[in-house]
């Protein structure tokens, strides 16, 4: 039997003196010796949402200790509450409690928390420290890592941010227990990403280890978080205001996010639209000579395994699909920048696809 320890770990991402800690494992949230060294002060604002707080907000206060000033924030759940009016709300907040430029904000939550806790974070007094808590599976191998924070604009998702790097990212696995269903299999989309981008090695781990990470297998699960982690750490280090090879961590997210945007925030989950778009992506990269009709079938098998949607949604066209595309943030000159496939484990960016071949495509994809 494995004991927690065994299934810890810490990673670092590599960015000069704003370098910090990654730890993984199980029973960390209570833990004071992780979260207290990244405090910048003795002033911390804990915001969470009316999902998580009942479930973790107490245990995570009470490992902060008793001789710091801590106030809490409980926000609505769900992406519709991604807006500039939540960040607000926290500004609020901190000001009230009269929090200065030594306080440090505890983002407890899955990526649209840790987003908007980050964006408040960087703007608050011009920037305060802030650490990350993710407790959804999407959250932790992908959105808590690496310093994108923002909010959506009804036009795009994602439009309105900063790159502000947290003081730390503290993963208890422990949280991934009270997840649904749904919420995991969108988790798992991000952590078939990082196989398909760069790790083919990876992939085929995740392909025979996917009723482990259904069932929530402990060591299964710490070891798809640390090296999805450990992937993007990489990325990170080496392009952090996504110039160049980060970009290649969007596989699947312009198709994913115009579905978002077009469906209405929170409709679709965001790993289930990357989740189809990434068959997009596989299906496009076919059509253009790089990728095998095996490549896209085995692409779709591990997809569906993790249960995720394998089709988009039938009300969209293709014009749907193109004007909302063509606000990704990618974007130069006009010219729509995709992530897509040169084998399996393999990506990169491609701006010179034919406005025929993605008319194709996107008719020829399946709708549900």
């Not at 990654?22 to 990244?38: T, W």
């Not at 206060?61 to 939540?86: F, I, N, Q, Y």
């Not at 060591?219 to 996504?242: F, G, H, N, P, Q």
């Not at 059509?287 to 249960?307: H, M, N, Y």
Request: glycine content about 10%; hydrophobic content about 45%; proline content about 5%.
């Amino acid at each position: 039997m494995t004991r927690p320890e065994e299934a810890q770990s810490t990673l670092r991402v590599a960015l000069g003196e704003r370098s910090y800690p990654i730890h993984i494992g199980p029973g960390l949230l209570g833990d004071p010796q992780r979260l207290r060294p990244h405090l910048a002060g003795r002033q911390v604002m804990v915001v969470t949402n009316e999902t998580v707080a009942p479930l973790y907000l107490e245990r995570l206060k009470a490992g902060l200790g008793d001789d710091l000033t801590v106030r809490e924030l409980v926000l609505p759940d769900g992406e519709a509450t991604k807006t500039l009016a939540s960040v607000e709300r926290i500004w609020d907040a901190l000001l009230e409690a009269g929090f200065n430029r030594r306080c440090t904000l505890v983002a407890l939550g899955g990526g649209v928390i840790g987003d908007m806790v980050g964006f408040a974070a960087a703007c608050y007094q011009r920037g305060v420290a802030f650490v990350q808590v993710p407790t959804t599976l999407l959250s932790q191998v992908d959105s808590s890592v690496g310093g994108k924070t923002g909010v959506n604009h009804p036009r795009g998702k994602n439009m309105i941010g900063a790159f502000w790097q947290p003081r730390a990212v503290l993963i208890d696995t422990d949280t991934l227990s009270t997840l649904p269903a749904r919420e995991l299999s969108a988790g798992l989309a991000e952590v078939i990403k990082y196989g398909l981008i760069r790790d083919a090695d990876f992939l085929a781990w995740l392909e025979a280890n996917m009723p482990a990470l259904q069932g929530l297998e402990v060591v299964a699960l710490a070891r798809a978080i640390e090296r999805s982690c450990s992937l993007k750490a990489e990325i990170v280090a080496e392009d952090e205001t996504e110039q160049g090879v980060r970009a290649l961590l969007n596989l699947g997210h312009t198709f994913g996010h115009a579905i978002e945007t077009h469906q209405g925030y929170g409709c679709w989950l965001h790993g289930e639209a990357v989740g189809a778009g990434m068959l997009m992506a596989a299906e496009l990269s076919r059509r253009l000579g790089w990728l095998s009709e095996a490549d896209v079938a085995r692409t779709r098998a591990i997809l569906e395994d993790a249960g995720l949607p394998l089709a988009a949604p039938v009300e969209m066209g293709v014009e749907d699909f193109v004007s909302i595309m063509r606000l990704d943030k990618k974007n130069l000159d006009e010219r729509l920048r995709l992530i897509l496939l040169t084998r399996l484990g393999e990506a990169c960016v491609h701006d010179e696809t034919p406005p025929d071949t993605l008319a194709a495509l996107l008719e020829a994809f399946p709708r549900r």
